[in-house]
C-alpha cells in the first residue's frame, strides 16, 4: 500500500497544480475586469497598462524629441531659443515615433481605462492621454494638441497632471503667436499655491520665452535666472545660462554676461556650445581689465587648436571684437577680413564678418567700400536674421547711391573726350584698348597667383592670426584697383565693374558651381523672362541686366569694333550732349536725396545739391533743390546758409508749396488731414455700398462734390455712384451712368473698370467702330448662326464658390497680390475666415484663389466689393488680370483644359447674364 501511495502522490500533485493554476486564471480573468474596482483588478490594469503600453509609448516620444532637438541648428549669431522642438518641416522625421507611441496609448486607453463610479481607477491613464498631446506638440500638428491638453486639464483638473497640461498648452499657443492666452495661462499657473515646486524651473523658462518672443529683456532675465537655479537636468541649465548671457551682452551688460557663459561654461555643455561660450565670454570682457590678454591670448591658443579648424572664422571675428573696443579699427578690419577669408562652410559667419566690415566703412563715412561689403553680406545673409530688412535697405540705398556716382563720374568723362579733336579721341581709344588688353592678361595672371595665394591663406590661418591679413579685400576695395578715379575713363572704371560680382550674386543668389546654376529647378529647362523676380523675391532689374550685358559684349568683339563701339559712346553731338546732362542733374539730385533721405549725411547732400546748383543753375530740379538745401544746413544749425536758400523760395517761389510749407509748418500735416478726412469720407461711403444703402451712396456722392472740389477720389466716386444706379434703376441708365464715368475720367483706372461692365452688358456699347453706316436690309447677308458648342463647365447653383484671379506669369507680384487681399479680408471679411492659395495654370498664367464663401450672390458680392475698393490694389498693376467666380468642380476642370477663355464665356453666360 506504501508503494501505491508513493506512485499516486506525483500523479496527484500534478492534478492539483493544473487544478490551482486554472482556477487562478479563472480568478483572474473574472477579477480583473475593468468594470470591477478590486485589488486583483487595479494592480493588473495598472501594471499592464504602465510596463506593455506607455513605458514604451514615452521612450518612443524621448526618441522622437531628442531627433528634433539634434535637427534644430543653433545659430548663435541670435538669441537662442529656449526649447528646442524643430519646426514642421523637420517634425516629419519623427512622425512614425510618434504616431506608434499614440497608437500605443490609445490600445492602452482602450483595454484598461477604469472609470468606475465617475472616477478613473488606473492612475496611468491620465499621463496616456497627455503622452497623446505630447506627440502631437512634437509633430506640430499644434491645434490638435490643443485639444488634448484642453482635455486633460479640464478631466483632471484636481490631478497633479493637469500642471503639465496647461504647461504645454502655453508653448501650443507661443508657437502660434497667440500672446494673449499664453500670458493668461503663464498668470494663472504662477498665482496657483498648489503648483508643484519641482515643475517651477520648466515653468520659468515658458516665462522666458515668453518674454523674450515680447522683446522684454528685463523680465526675461528674470525667469532665465530661475529657470537656471531650478532646473536639475544640466543640460537645460547650460542652454539657459547662455541664453542668459545673450541678453546680458545684447543690453550692454558685459560683466553679468561674463558672469552667465562662466555658468555655462561649468556644466560642461556640448563642445559648440561651450566654444560658443568662451568665444561670446572673449567679446564681453572689459578690455581695460586685467583679464583682458589673458583672453585675447585664450583666442590666439584656440586657433591652434585642431579641433577648432572650422570655428576660425568664428574666433577672428571674436578677435575683431576685442580690437574695436581698443579703438583699434584697423586690426578689427583685418581680423574681419581674415575670418572671411577663413570662412568655408558657415555661410552665416561670413556674413557677419561681411557685415561688421560694412557697418565700419559705413561709420568712417566711406560709402563705396561700406556698400560692396553691404552687397557681401546680402550675399550670404540669412532672410530670417532679425535685421535682414534694414540691412538690404542700407544696402539698395548705398547701390543707388554708388550707381549715381558712376553716373555722373561716366558722363563728365565722356563729355571731356568728347572735347578733344577727333586725332585725340582715336588716340586716347587706342590707349584704352592697349591698356585693357594688359588688363585682361594681368587678371588671367593674378587669377593663377590666388589660387595658390588662397591654399596658403587656409595654412596660415591655421597658425598666425595676424599673418597676411591686409590683402584679403572683396571686389573694388583699395588697393586692387589698378584704375577709375574720378577723373578715370569710363570703360577703366574698376569700382563700375564689381557691380557684376555682386550684381551675380543678387540676380542668381549664392549658387554652388554645377551644371545648370541658372536653373532653380535642375530638371527643368523652362526660363523665366527678363524683369522677373529672383529665387530670394528680388525683383531683377533689367536695366541692370542690360548695362552688364552690353560692358561683356562690348569687350568681346575685337579691336576694331571695340574701338568704334567706343566711339559710338561719345556725346559729339548737340541732342546727345543734352542727353548727358540730363543724366547727370537727375544723378545729382538722386545722390543729394540720398545722402539727405536715407543716409542722414547732411553734410555729403548739401554739397552735392549746391553742385547741381553751380554747374546746372536752371535744371528741373531747381526750387526743390533750393528747398533741400534749407532743411540741410536748417539741420546743420548752419543758420546764415538756411536763411539764403529760404529767402530765394520766399521772395522768388511765393505761391509755391514749398513757401506754404516754410511759412506754416504744419501745412503739410494739415494738408494730410484734409486727405485723411476725404479717405474716411469715402470709406464710409463704400461701406454703404456694402451694405446695400445704394440711396445713401448717391445721396453721399453728392455731399463729396460739394465738400470736397477736385478731390482726387472724384472718379472712385463716380464709379460707386454708377453702380449704386444699377442695383436701384434701369439697365439704360446704368450704362448711361458707366458712359459717364468713361467721359469724365478718360484716363483714370475706373473708366476700365467701366468699359469692362458695359462690355459684358452689352459688347455693342463699347468701342463701336467709326463707320457706323449699315447696309440696306435687302442687301445684307442672312447670318447663320452655327449651333452653340456645349460647355465642359456645369452649372451648380447652391454650391461653394471660389473667386479666382488669373493673370499671365510674372506681371504681378503674387506675394503683394496675396499681401493687398489679406488686407481687404481683414477689413471687410474678417469673419468669413478666407484663405488666400496660388499656382500655375499651364506654363503661362498663374492664379490666385480666394475660398470659400457659401454661394454664387455672396461670391459675387465679395468680387464686386474687392474690384471696387479703391485701397485693395492701389500699388499693384491689375492690367492683366482676369476676375471670376468658379466652382471647386469647375477648378478641377478648368485645371485639366486650360481653357481660360471658354470659362470666360461660361462665367459671363451663367454668372453676370
Known sequence: MSFIRNSLKPNFNRHFLRVLVLAFTILIYTGCSVKKNTVISRMY????????????????????????????????????????????????????????????????????????????????????????????????????????????????????????????????????????????????????????????????????????????????????????????????????????????????????????????????????????????????????????????????????????????????????????KENNTQEAIDFLRKSTASSVGNSNQKALSYLKLAEIFFKKPEYPLAQTYYDSTAAFLSQDHPDYITIINTKTNLTKLIKNLAVIQTEDSLQRMASLSPAE????????????????????????EKLLKDKEMKEQSQGDPFGNMQDIRPPGSAGQQSGGGGTGWYFSNQSALSFGYTDFIRIWGNRKLEDNWRRSSRSSFAEVPGGGPDETGEAVDSTDLAAVAARDSIMALDNAKRKQAYLESIPVTPEMRAASDEKIVEAYYNVGLIYKEQLRDNKESGRNFETLLQRYPENQYKLPTIYNLYRVYLALGDEEKSDYYKNIILNNYADSEYAKIILNPDYFKDQQKKVAIQKVFYENTYRAYLNKQYEDVIERKSMADSLFPSNELAPKYELLTSLAIGKLRSLPEFEASLKQVIRKFPEDSVAGRAKEILARLNP?????????????????????????????????????????????????????????????????????????????????????MIKQLPNKEEALGYLDGLLNDPEAFSNIDMGSARSVVITPDNLIMLLQTKDIDGYERFYEEQYLN
Open 45 to 324: 490594469h495598472k501594471t499592464t497598462a504602465h510596463y506593455n503600453g506607455y513605458f514604451n509609448a514615452r521612450e518612443r516620444v524621448k526618441q522622437g524629441a531628442k531627433t528634433l532637438a539634434t535637427s534644430q541648428v543653433d545659430r548663435y549669431d541670435r538669441i537662442l531659443p529656449v526649447f528646442k522642438h524643430g519646426d514642421a518641416a523637420s517634425a516629419k522625421a519623427v512622425f512614425p515615433d510618434m504616431d506608434e507611441a499614440i497608437k500605443k496609448v490609445s490600445l492602452v486607453i482602450q483595454r484598461h481605462s477604469m472609470e468606475i463610479d465617475g472616477k478613473e481607477r488606473n492612475k496611468w491613464i491620465d499621463d496616456c492621454y497627455l503622452l497623446i498631446g505630447v506627440a502631437q506638440f512634437y509633430k506640430h500638428e499644434t491645434w490638435t494638441a490643443i485639444e488634448s491638453f484642453q482635455f486633460v486639464a479640464a478631466q483632471y483638473r484636481n490631478e497633479p497632471i493637469k500642471y503639465d497640461a496647461l504647461m504645454y498648452l502655453t508653448q501650443c499657443y507661443l508657437r502660434l503667436g497667440k500672446m494673449p492666452d499664453a500670458e493668461y495661462l503663464l498668470g494663472t499657473l504662477r498665482d496657483d499655491g498648489k503648483f508643484p515646486v519641482k515643475k517651477k524651473g520648466m515653468l520659468n523658462a515658458i516665462y522666458a520665452d515668453y518674454y523674450i518672443q515680447q522683446n522684454d529683456y528685463e523680465k526675461a532675465i528674470e525667469h532665465l535666472t530661475k529657470a537656471g537655479s531650478m532646473t536639475k537636468k544640466r543640460a537645460d541649465r547650460a542652454r539657459y545660462y547662455f541664453i542668459l548671457g545673450q541678453i546680458h551682452q545684447k543690453m550692454g551688460d558685459y560683466p553679468k554676461a561674463v558672469t552667465a557663459y562662466e555658468a555655462c561654461m561649468d556644466l560642461n555643455p556640448a563642445y559648440e556650445m561651450m566654444f560658443n561660450a568662451r568665444v561670446n565670454r572673449a567679446s564681453s570682457v572689459d578690455v581695460n581689465s586685467p583679464d583682458a590678454k589673458g583672453i585675447r591670448e585664450m583666442l590666439v591658443k584656440m586657433l591652434s587648436d585642431d579641433k577648432n579648424i572650422e570655428y576660425h572664422d568664428q574666433i577672428y571675428y571674436a578677435l575683431a571684437q576685442i580690437s574695436l
Open 425 to 448: 579721341r582715336e588716340a586716347s581709344i587706342d590707349r584704352l584698348i592697349e591698356v585693357e588688353t594688359e588688363e585682361r592678361l594681368r587678371k588671367e595672371k593674378e587669377r593663377e
Open 764 to 848: 455693342a456699347t463699347v468701342e463701336q467702330p467709326k463707320d457706323t453706316t449699315v447696309a440696306p436690309k435687302e442687301t445684307q447677308p442672312e447670318i447663320v448662326e452655327p449651333p452653340k458648342k456645349r460647355s465642359m463647365f456645369t452649372v451648380q447653383k447652391d454650391t461653394i464658390q471660389y473667386v479666382l484671379f488669373v493673370y499671365v506669369n510674372n506681371t504681378i507680384s503674387t506675394e503683394d497680390f496675396k499681401v493687398a487681399i489679406s488686407n481687404y479680408n481683414s477689413n471687410f471679411h474678417r469673419t468669413k475666415q478666407l484663405q488666400v492659395n496660388s499656382s500655375f495654370l499651364g506654363q503661362e498664367y498663374q492664379f490666385l
